[in-house]
């Protein structure tokens, strides 16, 4: 969820925002934080057990919160630490539309939806001429591993550029900003250290990811549909939020097989209820201006707490999620 300011004991402290830059998570019985949204009888039980692991994995860092709680003379004791991340906050600010996530029933009140916060296009990166020779008259599959997870391009990249070698599409790698060696060669193969997503999202077809909550997002903004395959971090819950909304395949593994990833993109290609559905995602998040709702939402929480800038903490402390 990112780092924010543990305020607690203040008669007037000032309002707490707090940015949800992952899926949201808040539990609930009928959501599991690895394969997400099931309501049926064996979901719900399946729900309960996932849930349970989830908060013994996070068990030592609620221990570590519940400390400093202690130390500015909290009384409560937190539970579930994630939970607590978004409900402590007078507002929290969940970068997507309500659209991609999972229904909500008894919304917290501090919640709201802002939309995806998608990098304006400013940077100065010149087109590639073999881009600007694409002119669609093939598949365009864009993959990438984005800029965390980029160190093992065995994981995604590699099994794509062996599974789709032989066919006829065209396949843009990107290395998110490092060199990418020692690759497969393929005649339908570009590769380059960097691309702008602005420069090659709206020539794709499909945009073959490790599930980035934000890469995803950019994708889905263009109306591009999504194959999905990570295991760290927080992107099994971006993949399961792929799946679910309809708008891509989720192949629930970080190390797909090139036939899983040939299969799912031959799958996506041939059905266009992907596109449809990417489409109409994208709609949905051209509804919203999160740039703007971030600063409207504090204007407003600052004048309506009448809280003037004092100091709060002795220290710098903060929780890192």
Known sequence: MGSFPLLVAAQRRPPLITCGIVPYWLQRPEVSPFTGLDTSTEGILRNAQHIQQFEEGLARSTASVNRILKRYGAECSLKSLLDTACLLP?????????EFEYPIEDKPKNLQFVGPIIPKNTTEVEEPEWLKRIDGSRPVIFVTQGTIANYDF??????????????????????????????????????ERYLPYHLV????????????????????????????AGATEDKPFVCARVAWSGTGINL????PTSKQILDAVRLVLSDPTYRQRARQMAKNFARY??????VQVAESLIENSGWRKQPVLQNDDSILV
Request: aromatic share 6%; hydrophobic share 40%; charged share 15%.
């Open 252 to 255: 629930q593994t970080g190390n």
């Open 201 to 228: 999202l709206p020539k794709s077809d499909i945009f073959i990811t490790n599930g980035g909550y934000n890469g995803v997002q950019q994708a889905l903004s263009y109306g591009v549909p999504v194959i999905a």
């Open 289 to 294: 201006d999160g740039l703007n709702s971030i």
């Open 154 to 191: 065995s994981q995604l990249v590699g099994p794509t550029i062996a599974a789709l070698a032989e066919e006829d599409v065209e396949v843009i790698v990107t290395g998110g900003g490092v060199d990418i060696q020692g690759l497969q060669e393929a005649p339908n193969l570009h590769v």
């Open 90 to 98: 007078d507002t929290f600010l969940q970068f997507t539309a309500e």
